[in-house]
């Protein structure tokens, strides 16, 4: 049996503030530009965030928004990363896995199955925050929007995931937090889903959403109802 998990909001806690003072301060701080000039740092982070979206389904890379505020400066590039690391770390509010998610992926590659990840997110955020919360190493393979240029509930983003892991969807299941993103991107893919609500779940009255496959209170019937699956 194949897993396909999203992220946020499903395996890990999480909850960021792009609004703090604080973060755009530092960021400010960070270029060289002073704390001062905090709010037109971040005015011009949204809008190189604007200029590099191309509408719709498609994904941008924040990357590419900091190695261009850095070219502004005539900074090297190279440290781009590091910038988007620190950017991330002073948006943070809380960041930890759900109890119970580790033990359960265990188990589940214990029993045989596959386990996978498709998460709307910035690799360059994620892949670090993956490793510090002790689940990078537990994924079969990993899809990142930012990566592929498409996000979910675009049917392309669950199609290249497929295709990437080289798994059929008859065998395989998405689970997610997110009625829209999740359960209905997913099942327009022809995919199983598994539905929890979590506090990052968004609400959608005005979408004609599918019934999840499956739904559950908490992680603890998850892992119950994805064990009795294989």
Known sequence: MNYIFDLYGTLIDIWTDESREELWEGMALL?????????????????????????????????????????????????????????????????GCFRGVKTMLSDLKAAGGKVYLLSNAQSCFTAPELHSCGLYDLFDGIVISSDIGVKKPSVEAFEIALKT?????????????????????????????????????????ELDIPSPTYTVKNHREMKECLLSLI
């Open 31 to 95: 270029l060289g530009d002073g704390e001062e000039n905090a709010a037109s740092v971040r005015e011009e982070y949204l809008a190189l965030c604007r200029s590099f979206h191309k509408g719709g389904y498609h994904e941008l890379n924040l990357l590419m928004v900091f190695e261009k505020m850095l070219e502004n400066r005539q900074v090297d590039t190279s440290v781009a990363p590091s910038l988007a690391s620190e950017f991330r770390r002073m948006s943070m509010v809380r960041l």
């Open 165 to 205: 892991f080289d798994i059929d969807k008859e065998n395989s299941i998405y689970v997610g937090n997110d009625m829209r993103d999740d359960i209905l991107g997913a099942s327009r893919a022809g995919l199983r889903t598994l539905y929890i609500h979590t506090a990052q779940s968004g609400s959608y009255p």
